[in-house]
């Protein structure tokens, strides 16, 4: 009896597993489209560079470090606002900043220096960030990309 229970809970547990970080990557991925974002003011029609392995890696990492702070500083404006509806905050546009109380802004502040900084220390510039996150929106293949990567650096977690 004991031999039959041990295989099945370990396929039960890889299951489990590998569901947690499907999810988590889809959360992830969601981060694409989420309320704190740095800019949509770019022109998506413009030409863009072919991105290179380390692009999509660097943004990979970008993406894994910065939701579980876009998280955090969404739930504790949330708190602050209380019932009211979250408006779309972007970094690069203070005005999107206004309707915010001085408390939820000064988190919102925060959160957008210290997003501009972990991009920048993966090697990206916020320009390079804002253009890969607008090929996502129209490029199946890319988004692929992202997603294999993120999958693949969150089964290794040193590699964030």
Same mark, same amino acid.
């Given at each position: 009896m004991n031999r039959l229970y041990q295989p099945f809970c370990r396929s039960s547990a890889t299951r489990m597993l590998s569901k947690i970080m499907f999810f988590r990557s889809l959360t992830i991925a969601s981060f694409i489209s989420s309320v704190l974002v740095f800019s949509s003011t770019a022109n998506a029609n413009a030409q863009s560079p072919q991105l290179n392995n380390t692009d999509i890696v660097n943004y990979s990492r970008v993406l894994l470090r910065i939701e579980p702070e876009r998280q955090q500083a969404f739930d504790k404006i949330k708190k602050i606002i209380g019932d009211r509806e979250i408006p779309k905050i972007v970094c690069s546009e203070p005005n999107s900043f206004k309707s915010l109380p001085s408390e939820a802004r000064d988190v919102a502040v925060n959160y957008c220096n210290r997003s501009q900084q972990i991009v920048q220390s993966n090697g990206l510039?916020?320009? &390079?960030?804002? +253009?890969?996150?607008?090929? #996502? /929106?129209?490029?199946?293949?890319?988004?692929? &990309?992202?997603? +294999?990567?993120?999958?693949? #650096? /969150?089964?290794v977690p040193n590699n964030q």
């Open positions: 510039s916020i320009d &390079q960030f804002n +253009n890969i996150t607008l090929q #996502l /929106q129209n490029n199946e293949d890319l988004k692929r &990309q992202i997603y +294999n990567t993120l999958i693949r #650096l /969150q089964k």
